[in-house]
DNA sequence: GATTGGTCTATTGTCTACAGAAGACAACTC
DNA sequence: GAGTTGTCTTCTGTAGACAATAGACCAATC
């Protein structure tokens, strides 16, 4: 039996500072401190530095140099590129893992799946959240291209960052079975084997309520966002 | 006028750092050690290893804990991930980002391709190098999505990381000059301003000599990759 | 009263030092 | 002679401390 090998400090730190962000702990254009964090999270400073670098790469944290470090404060163009991005990414992972060629890779999905039904029947939220990132996760994993994988989570993260900002409205219990209801139908449609019609469930899927009067709670309309934000409002009409 | 902050020492280590990587002198499989490099870069461990979390983001190195960082090496599949999402990001930046629409970002690929002729005609490499990898990140900039671009720079950084292996074969004066030239005759057909006929330069113009006999220099083949490497050679044939 | 100058504190940027793990090598045992 | 064990060196992981900068606050002057 082969042990794992514990995992490091900046690990650990990486791990809490984005849970501290995905639950709404930390706000979009929160200050990030790292005295205060090094106090919370118990870890020296050179870690919690090098997982703040992540999380900078990630896009989830913004560092200004020897002013510090903020939330990422997303704008309206920031939103239209997350979603446009996430839409072609799926796309071109969903042409290439369509039909599953791989049984492995489909256990993944249904490892995820039913890790988010006990959660979500628990009642238990954050774990909601990460079964769900990871279910897309899997989903997109089908195509068997890590690259596509990694670029997908990160505009994943950004998505659900800027989801916490109205996520109080939608922390109802049921939505957190109604969110694995539509995970399951997803991948029984995808375990059909038609890319097309997993295309049209993605398309049904993406929960688009979240934008509803976004335009109010953030800044930087951009030409494009807003040409965008017309076209997706239309296609719902 | 607005002054910049000077560099702080992570920067530096972290471009050092990557043209280290991009011109060879740190070939893929090579380790990583931290003690040389501070001695090397004259910088103490904690910016040199945020750097080498920022390399490792960007897919360009890779950590393993408690052994060391390597020089990431590629695999066929990992050289077919590269191609395709390649592909697929210029395809959607192409789409959004021909016609341009703004002036400034039109004139950024310029400012990119007349460093690029400089450099050229100069025979300096490396600044051929740098202006190639900002004149195409300037035309994926086109479409005006920063995420787009981001994921781009990431994939061609990477491209690059795998072309170093059999660069010095492609090292002679005349290419450098060549590649401009193409370079040029793509902004052309951008100008121009048909999304269809730049998909099609773009065609013309991906370089993938790089890939004859690749079989032979690297290992990791996947039914994926060697399935994308056939239709590749059939395309061409 | 407003503005400029200085000081002071909080915070970031960097370095040095130590603890612990991994791998290499040698010596010892069978 | 082969295998195993113990030790030693090298490197990574983490901590703590110091230096430098940014921003706030207060006082003094015009």
Redesign the pocket.
Known sequence: MRIE?PP???QLATEALMRMLLSGRLQPGD?????QLTQQL??????L?EAMRVLEQQGLIT?Q?????FVTRLTLHDIYEIVTLRRELERMAVDLGVPVREESRLSRCHAALDRHETCARAGDWMGVLEQAVEFHSSVIGLSGHRRLEEAYRSIQLQMLLCMGMNRQARASGESLVGDWERHRRLLEVIEAGSPEAVHLELARHGDMTFLDGIEDRVGGHSPESLAWLRRVREGEA
Chains 1, 2 share one sequence.
């Open positions: 090998a490091s400090m900046v200050r990030v401190v790292e005295n118990g870890v020296s400073r050179p870690p530095r560092q140099p020897r002013k510090g470090a």
